[in-house]
C-alpha cells in the first residue's frame, strides 16, 4: 500500500491518495491522519507528488553506471537549458529502466519550501515526484489523468500540467487519450 501526499497547488491545499493492487483505496484532503497513514507503520512510507506546473521535465540519454554520475550530466543539462543559474536549481534523475531518462527541474527555493511545509506537519516522505510521472509512459502520443484535481498529461518524453491553450500547442494533432 502506498499514500501519495499531494503538494499544494495554486488555491488547492493537501490532497492525498492510499493505492493498493494499482486501485485507489482512499483519499482525502488535507494532510492524512496517523490512521490514514496506518501503511508507514508497515515498511511504507509517504510519497509527495509536486504540482505538474511547478517543475520542468526533461527527458536525455544519461550514464547508467551510477546515480552520481547521471545526476552529474544532468546537472549540466538543465543548466543549458535553464535560465537560472545552476546553484538555484534542483535537479533529480529517474529510471524508466528504457532508453532516454526523466530528469526533473525545480527552483531550489520550492524544494526547500516543500520540505519544510512537509516537516511542519509531521511527514517525512520517502520520495517525492512530479505529478506526471505517476502516469505510465505511452508507446506514443500521450495519456492524460486527473490525479487529485489536477489533470496532467504524459507524452514518451514530456509531462506537464493540462492548460487548454498549452496542451494542444505541445501534442498538436495527437490529443491524449484519457
Do not use: C, K, N
Not at 492524512?32 to 517543475?55: C, K
Not at 526533473?104 to 511542519?120: D, F, T
Amino acid at each position: 500500500m502506498t499514500t501519495l501526499l499531494f503538494l499544494p497547488s495554486g488555491a488547492t491545499g493537501f490532497r492525498w491518495m492510499r493505492i493498493a493492487d494499482q486501485r485507489i483505496v482512499a483519499q482525502g484532503e488535507g494532510i492524512p491522519t496517523a490512521d490514514e497513514r496506518s501503511d508507514l507503520s508497515a515498511g511504507h512510507g509517504v510519497i509527495a507528488v509536486a504540482p505538474a506546473e511547478a517543475v520542468t521535465l526533461h527527458w536525455a540519454e544519461l550514464p547508467s553506471r551510477s546515480t552520481a554520475q547521471a545526476t552529474a550530466a544532468a546537472r549540466l543539462l538543465a543548466a543549458e537549458a535553464s535560465a537560472a543559474p545552476l546553484g538555484e536549481l534542483h535537479v533529480a534523475v529517474g529510471d524508466e529502466g528504457q532508453g532516454d531518462r526523466p530528469i526533473g527541474v525545480v527552483g531550489i527555493e520550492a524544494m526547500q519550501g516543500w520540505l519544510r511545509m512537509l516537516a511542519a506537519a509531521g511527514v517525512d516522505p520517502v520520495a517525492m515526484l512530479p505529478a506526471p510521472m505517476l502516469l505510465p509512459r505511452p508507446d506514443e502520443g500521450y495519456v492524460r489523468a486527473e490525479l487529485a484535481g489536477d489533470t496532467v498529461v504524459r507524452g514518451t518524453s514530456t509531462g506537464f500540467a493540462d492548460e487548454p491553450g498549452l496542451t494542444a500547442l505541445v501534442t498538436g494533432d495527437t490529443p491524449p487519450v484519457a
